[in-house]
């Protein structure tokens, strides 16, 4: 069984930045493809961002791109989210996510496993 904890959200002003975490952890952990999304209040959960894990390609949202930088530290299981010069848009419940689907493939449906999210709040 894998598990993915996020850590690193909070509450940022507009032009801030935040760095998030996601551990993981399992007897077997070689997921193809991890990646971030994103749910906003009222709003469906929207793809972030994807890291092929061992080639370390990515792939991201129009809305991001520029902005937040993906990574990964395969030694220790572990997944970042850079994000820069955040706008209150950016506000929302992040989730790290693994599957073994290839890194261009953002539908949810092809992670299987999810963390618990973590709030990211970026005020005006």
């Known amino acids: 069984q894998v598990q993915l904890v996020e850590s690193g959200g909070g509450l940022v002003l507009a032009g801030g930045s935040l760095r998030l975490s996601c551990a993981a952890s399992?007897?077997?952990?070689?997921?193809?493809?991890m990646g971030w999304f994103r749910q906003a209040p009222g709003k469906e959960r929207e793809f972030v961002a994807t890291?092929?894990?061992?080639?370390?390609?990515?792939y991201y949202a129009d809305s991001v791109k520029g902005r937040f930088t993906i990574s990964r530290d395969n030694a220790e299981n572990t997944m970042y989210l850079q994000m820069n010069s955040l706008s209150p848009a950016d506000t929302a419940v992040y989730y790290c996510?693994?599957?073994?689907?290839?890194?261009?493939?953002?539908?949810?449906?092809?992670?299987?496993?999810w963390g618990q999210g973590t709030q990211v709040t970026v005020s005006s």
């Open positions: 890291i092929k894990w061992s080639r370390g390609s990515t």
């Open positions: 399992g007897r077997t952990f070689s997921p193809n493809t």
């Open positions: 996510a693994a599957g073994n689907g290839a890194f261009w493939n953002i539908e949810i449906s092809a992670f299987d496993y």
